[in-house]
C-alpha cells in the first residue's frame, strides 16, 4: 500500500512527483504529499484526498525545485487527513520522510522520544522515523537513516530528504517495493516501474534491507552494516503505453481488453518447436523434481486465490497430485502441514502482497521449495522463490484484478501440463489437444470482447440492485466467487458465489422476486444438475442471468438472460467464462458512477498484514 516517489535533477521536481504520484495513485489514493527543496528551503504540502486536490494547492504558486520526494497514502496507522498524510517531519522540521510499510514498534519508540522531549503531530507510525533520524544525524544523513533502521521492526520502503543536505537523497526498503531509476544526470524513486518509464528504462532493484543515496554525483547502493555493494541497472522494455489508458474509460476496461494479447503472450515462447507441448526454459523444476513431489500447496490473496482455485481442479485432474488451496493470510498462521515433497505454489500478481511474502517464507523455511507465479519481474516474491514463472500480462494499474487472474489460470493449465507428463498421467496425444485449446483461446476471448455491448445492456437493466448471487458447480463454481468478487469490490453491490449444489442448504431463502442470479453453465457433466438448480432459482422468481458454452437449449429455457461462450471444452471454460463476469461488473459500476480503477477502501498491492 502506499506510493512513493523521490526525484533529483535538472526537470521541475515538483512536476515529477506529481506526476508520480498520479502513476502511484492506484496504491493508495486517501491522501498525498510532496517536500521539496525549494531554493534550499524544505517546503511540505500535503492535503486528504486525491492528487489533485494536492495537485491544486501546489499550482497556486510558482517553485523552483530540482529535487523532492513524494507520497499516495492508503492509511493504516491513522485515519486520512490533511495532518495524517506524508511526508512527515521531524521536530526541527529539516527532515522529511515518505514512507510505505508499517513500523511495528512504532509504539514503544514513540513513547521513549516523546519522553526525550519529541513532539508528534500525527498519528502515524511513519512519524517516528522522522524524530529518530532527527536524533541520529550528526551529518551523514546516510549514517543517520541506517542507525534508525537498526531500531525500527516491521516493514518500509522510505525516502529521506533534508535541508542539511540538500543535494542528496537517502532511500531504503526492506520487504516493500522500491525501485531505482537512472537517468542522464538525473534520478528517481518509486513503488513500481510503470511510474518510471515515462523518464527512464534503466533501473537498479534495491534488495530487502539495503540503503541508496543519491546526489549529483551517482548512486550508492550500502548493506545494513554499511559495506557498499555494486549495483548495475537493467534495461526495463516495456511498453509505456501499455502502463497507460490508451482511449479507454478506466485501465479496468483497457486491462479486460488486453487479455487476448495478455495470454497470447504468457504462451508464447513457452511451446516446444512443434507447439505440441509446454516448455518452460530456465525453469529448474526437472521432470524427476516434479515427479518427486506428493502434494502441492496453492497460496494466494483475493484473485490469485481464485485462480488457486481452478488451479487445484486442473492440477489434480492432469497429473492427479493432491492439491490443497489456502488463503495466505490463514496459511502462515495455522502450522500446515509441510515436507520436502511438497511443493508451494504461491500466485500473487504484484509480487508484494505482504501475506502472501510471509507465507512464502515460512514454506521455505519449512524446507518446502516454492515455485512463484507473478506478473512483476524483480518483485519480491519473484526473488524470493526457488522458481518462478512469470504471466506476462503486462502492467496492471486498475486495483480489480483482470489480465492478471486469466494469465494466472493459463500458467497453472501450463504447470499442470508439466505434472502431468512428469508424473505420465496423460498420453502426449491428450496434451497436445490440451495445448491446442489453450493456443486458440486468445481468440475466444476476443470474441467475448466483441459482444461486450449486451453485456453492458444487461448490466445497465439489473445495475440498481442491491444483491447479486452466483452459483456454479465444479470449475464454474471457482469462476463464480472470482465473478462475486469482482462485482462486490467495484460496485460496492453486495454479491455471494455459492455452489450451486448447496443452494438448497440455506442460500436459497434469500432468493425472492427479481433477485438476480448469475449461473454458470459451462461444465458439460454437470449440466442437467445445474438446470435443475437454475429452475430452484426459477421457482422461487429469482431473475436468471446465464453463462453457457455455444448452444444449450436447456439452459436458455430455463434462463432470462443468456451469455454465451465460445464452444470450448469444459475444462478450459474459466479463461473464457470469467470475462463476461469481468464485463459485467464493469459496467454494473460504471453505470452506478463509481470510481472504478479506484474502488474505496481498497488499494492494489497489499503490502501491509
Ligand atoms: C481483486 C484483487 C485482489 C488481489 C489480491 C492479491 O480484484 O485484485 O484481490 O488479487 O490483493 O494481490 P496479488 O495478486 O498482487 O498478490
Redesign the pocket.
Known sequence: MCGIVAYLGPRDAVSVLIDGLKRLEYRGYDSAGVAFLNEGSLKVLKKEGRIAALEEQLNSHKWNSRIGIGHTRWATHGRPSDVNAHPHLDCSGKFAVVHNGIIENYGELKASLEKRGHHFVSETDTEVLAHLVEEAYQGDLCAAVRSVLRQVRGSYALAVLSEHEPGKIVAARKDSPLVLGVGKGEFFLASDIPALLPYTREVCLLGDGEVAEISGDGFRVLNGDGVFLTRKTFHVDWDQEAAERGGYPHFMLKEICEQPRALRETLGGRLTPDGARISFEKLGLRPEVLKSFQRIFIV??????HAGLVGKYVLEKLARIPVEVDLASEFRYRNPILDQQTLVLV???????AD?LAALREARHRGCQVLAV??VVGSS?AREADHVIYTWAGPEIA????K??TTQLLVLYMIGLLFAEARETIEPEEAAAIVAHLKVLPEKVEMILEERELIRELADRYSCCKDVFFIGRGLDYAVALEGA??LK?ISYIHAEAYAAGELKHGTLALIEKGVPVVALATQEELLEKMVSNIKEVKAREGVIISVCCGEKREVEEASDHLIRIPDVPSFVTPILSVVPLQLLAYYMAAARGCDIDKPRNLA???TVE
Open positions: 494466494a490473496c483475493g484473485t490469485a486465490y500466485i500473487s500478481q504484484s509480487g508484494e502482497t502472501t507473478t506478473n516474491v486495483v480489480a484484478s483482470t492478471a487472474y468478487l469482482k469490490e492494489k498491492s497489499v
